[in-house]
């Protein structure tokens, strides 16, 4: 594991890259941004932040967020936002898979 160092500053603007898993173009499918789109809005009830800039290309993202003041955990946000993606996308896939050999 990378040992990033991080700075942490209460009320900060942060600007991220995040990438997919071994680069899939996940994001160019409709329903997949519909999942991330949720995800966000998701976290932002328990964990806001202002979005100042959103990039969503096939396989990665660039975003600049501003976080409340008082706050720097930026981290908790981006792993509910992670891991709320991932689970509905594998559920999406199994229900897709599904319906792919009921079909036969």
């Known amino acids: 594991m990378s040992n990033y160092r ?3 500053v209460l009320g900060g603007t942060y600007f991220f890259t995040v990438v ?3 680069r899939q173009h996940l994001f ?3 329903m997949a941004r519909h ?3 949720h995800a966000i ?3 932002r009830q328990n964990y806001p932040f202002t979005v100042e800039a959103w990039v969503l290309l096939p396989e990665h993202l660039h975003c600049i967020w501003t976080l409340p003041e008082g706050d720097d955990d930026f981290s908790i946000r981006w792993n509910l936002i992670k891991s709320r993606f ?3 996308l594998r559920l999406l896939v199994k229900i897709a898979n599904t319906q792919v050999r009921q079909s036969y």
Request: hydrophobic residues 30%; proline residues 0%.
């Open 6 to 8: 991080r700075a942490y």
């Open 20 to 22: 997919t898993y071994r």
């Open 28 to 30: 160019h499918d409709e």
């Open 35 to 37: 999942l991330l789109n």
């Open 41 to 43: 809005a998701k976290t």
């Open 86 to 88: 991932s689970k509905a």
